[in-house]
């Protein structure tokens, strides 16, 4: 990697630690990012203004500490922050009986329940993008994950298999 790069690395690396300090966390799951917040590094706390978990937010965390895990493999951590953020989006984002996710999070924005799930400003990109890219990332072979479970082993083979058929049928058009 060149300077510029390791610099990067490195910021992405505080950013993501920076968001397990104790402000950030959430009591049951220990996880998720907050709205809005700042942090002085002279004063060493993290100061949380708006304590809601937008979905952008939330879709951006889980692809970040998979990316993470991925630079930095000798840290489990990421690995493990990106499985209690994916818990904390199953919880409290998705939608599991309309589908897609909602605004924020219902353990704080209880009413998102009935609000739109489309506006000027909330649309599909932010969870669509970090999905893919996360289950792009869990699906390579060489990726450890694969060797941890016999349900996610599973579940990436029907995952391909689908994903063939579609790469047969646009082929033929």
Known sequence: LCDKELDQATNLQLFADLSKTKPYQQRKLNIAIYDEGYYFENDGKCKIIKNTKTWWAQAE?????????????????????????????????????????????????????????????????????????????????????NNISEGFKRKKIETNNFINHWKKVVKKL
Request: aromatic letters at 18%; one cysteine or more.
């Open 61 to 145: 965390a889980l692809n970040i500490y998979l990316i993470m895990s991925q630079i930095f493999p000798q840290e489990k951590k990421y690995l493990e922050i990106f499985f209690k953020e994916w818990e904390y989006v199953k919880n409290y984002l998705i939608d599991h009986e309309n589908g897609d996710w909602y605004w924020g999070g219902i353990d704080r924005e209880p009413f998102n329940k009935t609000e739109p799930k489309g506006k000027i400003w909330k649309g599909t990109y932010h969870n669509g993008r970090s999905l893919m890219n996360c289950i792009s990332i869990l699906a390579d072979n060489k990726y450890s994950l």
